[in-house]
């Protein structure tokens, strides 16, 4: 599997066939019995996600993984490294990254009161927050209205254009057909 910066590229086949697997090894949720992974052309181990945010690989699960009773602002920053959180200034990092992409998304807002295309939001703000160019959706459309579907792809190909690598993994060919480069 070769993947581009500046290129979507979607990963299908049925359920059980191994496209979130596959994907999980490279986000480090998995470690792989063999083989090899290569990021800018140099061979990595990533043996957690930390190894993968380490090579710029975030990933968005179709299970979202939020503290409910915390603002957008405090899922986006929580687990940061250093541990000192300085909101004020994040808020404004967030809201620079949401204006550059095209989100719709109040920083302020807290989890339990979004619909799932603003949660979902929230999960793609954080790992761009954390600098991943490379981004690997699994199945982000299965909760969205075909309107959501439709603004998230104008925000994906706005990603593409701006030089991130973008993998999304579907079984829905028409999907497929009408994002993937």
Same mark, same amino acid.
Do not use: W
């Given at each position: 599997?070769?993947?581009?910066?500046?290129?979507?590229?979607?990963?299908?086949?049925?359920?059980?066939?191994?496209?979130?697997?596959?994907?999980?090894?490279?986000?480090?949720?998995?470690?792989?019995?063999?083989?090899? %992974? @290569?990021?800018?052309?140099?061979?990595?181990? %990533?043996? *957690?996600?930390?190894?993968?945010?380490?090579?710029?690989?975030?990933?968005?699960?179709?299970? @979202?993984?939020?503290?409910?009773?915390?603002?957008?602002?405090?899922?986006?920053?929580?687990? !940061?490294?250093?541990?000192?959180?300085? =909101?004020?200034?994040?808020?404004?990092? !967030?809201?620079?990254?949401?204006?550059?992409?095209? @989100?719709?998304?109040?920083?302020?807002?807290? %989890?339990?009161?979004?619909?799932? *295309?603003?949660?979902?939001?929230?999960? %793609?703000?954080?790992?761009?927050?954390?600098?991943?160019?490379? =981004? !690997?959706?699994?199945?982000?459309?299965?909760?969205?209205?075909?309107?959501?579907?439709?603004?998230?792809?104008?925000?994906?190909?706005?990603?593409?254009?701006?030089?991130?690598?973008?993998?999304?993994?579907?079984?829905?060919?028409?999907?497929?057909?009408?994002?993937?480069?």
């Amino acid at each position: 599997l070769t993947a581009y910066r500046g290129e979507i590229l979607s990963i299908l086949g049925e359920n059980g066939s191994g496209k979130t697997t596959l994907m999980n090894m490279i986000s480090g949720i998995y470690f792989p019995d063999e083989g090899q %992974i @290569f990021v800018d052309g140099k061979e990595v181990v %990533i043996a *957690s996600p930390k190894d993968a945010f380490d090579c710029r690989i975030g990933m968005i699960h179709q299970h @979202f993984k939020l503290v409910d009773v915390f603002t957008a602002a405090e899922n986006i920053v929580l687990g !940061i490294e250093n541990g000192k959180y300085d =909101l004020k200034k994040s808020t404004k990092d !967030i809201a620079e990254i949401s204006k550059q992409y095209g @989100f719709e998304l109040v920083p302020e807002k807290k %989890i339990y009161s979004m619909s799932v *295309s603003e949660k979902q939001t929230v999960e %793609i703000i954080k790992v761009l927050y954390r600098g991943a160019d490379i =981004l !690997i959706l699994d199945e982000p459309t299965a909760v969205l209205t075909p309107q959501e579907t439709e603004k998230l792809f104008a925000i994906l190909r706005n990603m593409r254009d701006d030089g991130k690598c973008i993998i999304i993994i579907t079984h829905k060919l028409h999907e497929v057909l009408s994002l993937s480069d």
